[in-house]
């Protein structure tokens, strides 16, 4: 990709490593380098990243279609690739809002031209660690109606939240939401396995943050919030359009997990 002044090319960031992952075309060398060397490591790394933006694109469309959610507020969003939150919801509901919230600068760029062909759709650089900043930065507050049913998502995200602000983070989130709204979240999980926890560290290692939670730790992030059918469950178990063996998951089908829950 061309370089933009106010990026730091050689220092890897989570969006753009995540990108190269997925085989984006919005990474630089040092992302990619980094995405190799944890994919040496992990086995099905990609093939896992790949699951999470198919359970996003279920989950935003479950929402959608069968919840009539048309508000949501994606957290830790990334950068544009194929299938985006916007995109899913708004094929089902033209009218569903979509803001975009992220840490980091380059998803900003790429808002800029999102914003210039949709009117539903707000990009905005933020912590997410920050929920009152986030929840009054001017792309959120006033075209976000939290008087009215809404979804957060941390969909790929909790596990960049360290255990010591997580509580209180997605407890802030879950505050602000009226009842009948939907928090959905997928992570990286600890099931006992090697792989999830040698992820963990690297991540940690080379991008800062990088925590497994257990299946019961994820949902602990739900509060009172009454969970959806499945409940928590490797993410391409979550309500899969074709049948999936449970007994016979793929590496990288046991990386990360799927929630979702109903405010009641
Ligand atoms: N949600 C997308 C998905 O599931 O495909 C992207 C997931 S990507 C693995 C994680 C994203 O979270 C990155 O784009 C990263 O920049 C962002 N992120 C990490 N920590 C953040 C923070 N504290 N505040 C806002 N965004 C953050």
Known sequence: MTDH??????????ARAYDALLGGKDDFAADRALADHAIQHIPGLRESA???RRVLVRGVRYLARETGMDQFLDLGSGLPTMENTHQVAQRENPDARV???????????HGRALLAENGGTRVTVG????????L??????GFLDFSRPAVVML????????????DGVVAAYRDVLAPGSHLFITSLVDTGLPQQRELARITRENLEEGWARTPAE?????GDFELVEPGVTYTALWRPDTPIDPENLAPGEQLGMAGMARKP
Request: hydrophobic fraction near 45%; aromatic fraction near 6%; charged fraction near 20%.
């Open 99 to 109: 803001v975009y919230v992220d840490i980091d600068p380059l998803v900003s760029v």
């Open 5 to 14: 002044p106010e990026l730091d090319s050689g220092k890897p960031t989570i």
């Open 50 to 52: 790949v699951e999470n």
């Open 127 to 134: 912590d997410v660690r920050d929920p009152a900043a986030v």
């Open 136 to 141: 009054a930065a001017p792309a959120v507050d």
């Open 218 to 222: 994820i949902e602990h992030h739900f």
């Open 155 to 166: 969909v790929g995200m909790l596990h960049y939240l360290s255990p010591d602000v997580a």
